[in-house]
């Protein structure tokens, strides 16, 4: 229950005056913390997201030694005082690989998941409000996108624009193009029949006015949820394309990268060579995933709890 302050007494009031109390607005730490109470699941994944990054960001203080640098006398050594979480075949430092492949990884991840999700929302919010012949030829070419496997469709881009991070960051982004073109014409259809879009047109809005100030702001929850739900996938996208040979290339550290080539054939000799790359990629798809399942709660009235 909110607290009541009372109003200061007014100069000159008569006597036996009362000031109407009014309630103070919780500060938004406080409002954050009532957030993580009721979405513990949601903070523990933005937790470790942010974990992540702040490793990411600070690599070169953070990392004990060169990624790149390779100890022909320390050749898959088991993890140990020296190397925390031990050495692959050519004496590189795992732990050092992990904090630098968090670069490239969360890039294309955040990279991959924000440009699918702007270009389709922008492609789903004009096919739906458009309608007509428009919205019907966009749609056959949704569906033509959408009937390729995700995986493949990446794959296909990756071997025509080459292997480097922006590149893959585009070939990761033409997959979540349908599917969030597809929400947010699906949220469109919706709103353009409300009665505050009919006001805006009766009032002499333009097309342009109306998508930009009432239809966007009210389609970016469910762009939100999916923008966090396909990071995780954008980066488990980019393991597999390094695995298959059509992502990141050796020097460059990434987590598909290291789990990639003889790595897999000396699991059973080496097994942390890629056990930890793979329990990284596990870490960011669940936190991400718990991240946005919270979000969706929040932001949806319908699925908000009452302590909210």
């Known amino acids: 229950m909110s607290e009541i302050m009372p109003n200061a007494m007014p100069a000159g009031a008569p006597l036996g005056f009362q000031p109407v109390a009014t309630p103070s ?52 050594r088991p993890p140990s ?29 955040f990279g991959a998941s924000v440009l699918g999700v702007v270009v389709g929302a922008a492609i789903g919010i004009t096919s739906g409000y458009a309608g007509g012949w428009f919205d019907t030829v966009v749609q056959r070419v949704v569906d033509a996108m959408l009937a390729f496997p ?16 922006q590149n893959v960051i585009i070939a990761l982004a033409m997959p979540i193009v349908p599917r969030a073109a597809r929400i947010a ?26 998508i930009i100030t009432h239809i966007l ?47 897999t054939s000396l699991a059973l000799v080496a097994p942390w060579i890629v056990l930890f790359p793979g ?10 995933n718990l991240l946005g399942d919270a979000i969706r709660d929040v932001l949806d009235p319908r699925l908000q709890r009452t302590n909210i």
């Open 25 to 76: 607005r919780p500060g938004r730490m406080r409002h954050l913390m009532r957030l993580m109470r009721s979405q513990p699941l949601g903070a523990l994944g933005a937790v470790v997201l942010l974990i992540m990054v702040l490793s990411a960001i600070f690599a070169p203080y953070i990392a004990p030694h060169d990624p790149t640098h390779g100890d022909a006398a320390a050749l898959y």
């Open 279 to 288: 329990i990284a990629i596990s870490l960011v798809v669940l936190a991400s």
């Open 185 to 210: 014409r699906a949220s469109t259809l919706v709103l353009k029949t409300t009665t505050f879009i009919e006001a805006s047109r009766a009032i002499g809005c333009s097309n342009a006015r109306i």
């Open 150 to 165: 995700m995986l493949l469709l990446a794959l296909a881009m990756a071997a025509v624009l080459g292997s480097s991070i």
């Open 81 to 109: 005082a020296t190397y925390w979480l031990g050495t692959d075949a050519f004496g590189r430092d795992i732990l050092s690989r992990l904090i630098y492949g968090a670069r490239v990884s969360l890039i294309i991840g």
């Open 217 to 263: 702001p009210n389609t970016f929850a469910p762009l939100l949820v999916i923008a966090t739900a396909y990071l995780g996938l954008a980066i488990v996208q980019e393991a597999a394309l390094d695995y298959l040979g059509a992502g990141i290339q050796e020097p460059q550290p990434s987590w598909g990268l290291m789990m990639s080539g003889s790595a």
